[in-house]
């Protein structure tokens, strides 16, 4: 049977912009027809990453393959992927029409009457059909936005690299646009490379996500595994909304430990990355996902004491502030929560099994989460 060799192969990439060290042996693999994203906070090295793909920036060492051959040294006009960037990059003295035929002219590839079929072919497929004739000042950013990636289309790249492209608009049209982009990368089976620093971004449209920090790979993994088992401190407070705080480990083991929280002691599921890390009586870092934490009034096995707050309501979701001896965390509840309290009433906090995590503590410090 034979191995299905990945579509772009990124081997041990370094990158330097004079002294600065901005992509570290950065290496994966992405699949055909797959939606990947680029997740992390700014400055973390994403966007230039995907501009080296491009071919807009050059790499120091390492290489880049398409369908197994590489194309580092390839202009970017040679590399068979377009990019779309978060301005849309329109020109302003072209119409929707000459926009998008733009490239296949420059190329000549397609003569008029083709390029005629393929515009209204891929105007159809971004749902602006009729809009040949207006001028990109008379388009909404939305609209824009579909007219860059028709503009990206027409060409049919392997590859379809899109830097922050929602980051321009507003909120309500970026959750909608995030729909149609994940839609209609389905519906073209082409491969999306997408760049965001928005979590929720990644996390709704992405087949899968390679978070990023400081120029190295910290986690790839599916949207459920990164949110549910990331592998890292840097990780589990990026992704997520998350309470992390050290605690005493009281008897480890392979796939949970026991840890002492507040006068109880409760069991704790090991990050993949952690089995057999805590020794016995250290310390490590437990951190909770608060929309899989629940607040009880009664006691309930492997839950948590402590006294309620503040209770905040905002419309469908309950936040309930918690102190639990000399720390405060905060319970996320979407339904109603299974208590009747009142700010100062004693409560129990319990969590999910895999809404809770117990990492090693190296880098604490450091992070300052």
């Not at 994966?28 to 230039?48: A, R, Y």
């Not at 590489?70 to 006009?77: M, V």
């Not at 899989?292 to 006691?299: L, Q, T, V, Y």
């Not at 208590?339 to 190296?362: M, R």
Request: charged share 25%.
């Amino acid at each position: 049977m034979s191995v299905r060799q990945p579509l772009l192969s990124l081997i041990n990439l370094n990158k330097y912009y004079g002294d600065v060290h901005v992509l570290k042996d950065v290496s994966f693999t992405i699949d055909e027809g797959e939606f990947l994203t680029l997740l992390g906070p700014s400055g973390c090295g994403k966007t230039t990453l995907l501009r080296c793909i491009a071919g807009l920036e050059r790499i120091q060492s390492g290489d880049i393959l398409l369908s197994g051959t590489s194309i580092k040294d390839l202009a970017p006009n040679k590399r068979n992927v377009n990019t779309v960037f978060q301005n849309y990059a329109l020109f302003p003295h072209f119409n929707v029409y000459d926009n998008i035929a733009y490239g296949p002219r420059m190329t000549k590839s397609l003569n008029e009457s083709q390029l005629k079929t393929r515009v209204s072919e891929v105007l159809e497929l971004v749902q602006m059909s009729g809009y040949e004739q207006r001028m990109p000042h008379q388009l909404s950013g939305g609209q824009r936005q579909r007219i860059a990636i028709a503009r990206a289309l027409i060409n049919e790249p392997s590859i379809l690299l899109l830097d922050e492209p929602l980051g321009a608009l507003d909120l309500k049209l970026r959750k909608h646009m995030q729909t149609e982009l994940a839609h209609l990368q389905r519906k073209t089976g082409t491969t999306f490379v997408y760049v965001t620093h928005d979590q929720e971004e990644a996390l709704n449209m992405s087949d899968r996500i390679v978070v990023i920090d400081q120029g190295e790979v910290q986690q790839l993994g599916s949207p459920r595994e990164i949110y549910n088992n990331p592998k890292n401190l840097f990780v589990t407070s990026f992704i997520g909304d998350r309470n992390i705080f050290p605690v005493e480990v009281v008897e480890p083991g392979e796939e949970c430990s026991k840890v002492k929280l507040g006068e109880s002691v409760v069991a704790v599921r090991n990050s993949s990355s952690a089995k057999n890390a805590f020794p016995a009586e250290g310390s490590a870092i437990l951190a909770i996902l608060m929309d899989k934490m629940r607040i009880s009034c009664d006691e309930t096995e492997n839950a948590v004491k402590g006294r309620a707050l503040s209770i905040h309501y905002a419309g469908s979701q309950i936040r309930i502030e918690v102190q639990v001896e000399d720390r405060v965390l905060t319970v996320v509840e979407y339904q109603k929560i299974d208590c009747d309290c009142q700010v100062g009433d004693t409560v129990y906090i319990s969590w999910e099994e895999s809404g809770a995590i117990l990492l090693p503590k190296d880098g604490w410090e450091e992070r300052g989460v």
